[in-house]
């Protein structure tokens, strides 16, 4: 099971952190990632953090403004957003797989295990 955090509302240019909780599973086996979906639009990639190893890969909207990362202890990762844009507003879902291949990361349709999303809403 997933569950996300860390939602809220903010001015353009702020910061918000999102975590992702997992239990069940070894979680460093999972490829983790981010996704979002705002309204009337389709659930778009937003980064991802490889199983088995600390490789991350970024959406390029987000390059240079997110961090993603993971602890393997607290079976947790993290979604650090910083010059938050009107455009990220959107529910923020983290989403997991064991099985997943690079070429796939960025395809929602290939995560098996979804949270239940986090509202990040960003004002002009």
């Known amino acids: 099971q997933l569950q996300a955090s860390g939602g809220g509302v903010v001015q353009a240019g702020d910061s918000l952190s999102l975590s992702c909780r997992a239990s069940?599973?070894?979680?460093?086996?999972?490829?983790i990632g981010w996704f979002r979906q705002a309204p009337g639009k389709e659930r778009e990639f937003v980064a991802t953090?490889?199983?088995?190893?600390?490789?991350?890969v970024y959406e390029d909207s987000v390059k240079g403004r997110f961090t993603m990362s993971r602890d393997n202890v607290k079976n947790t990762v993290y979604l650090q957003m910083n010059s938050l844009r009107p455009e990220d507003t959107a529910v923020y879902y983290c989403?997991?797989?064991?099985?997943?291949?690079?070429?796939?990361?960025?395809?929602?349709?290939?995560?098996?295990?979804w949270g239940q999303g986090t509202l990040v809403t960003v004002s002009s």
């Open positions: 989403a997991a797989s064991s099985t997943i291949i690079f070429s796939e990361i960025s395809n929602h349709l290939s995560y098996a295990h």
């Open positions: 069940g599973g070894t979680f460093r086996s999972y490829t």
């Open positions: 953090a490889r199983r088995y190893n600390t490789h991350i």
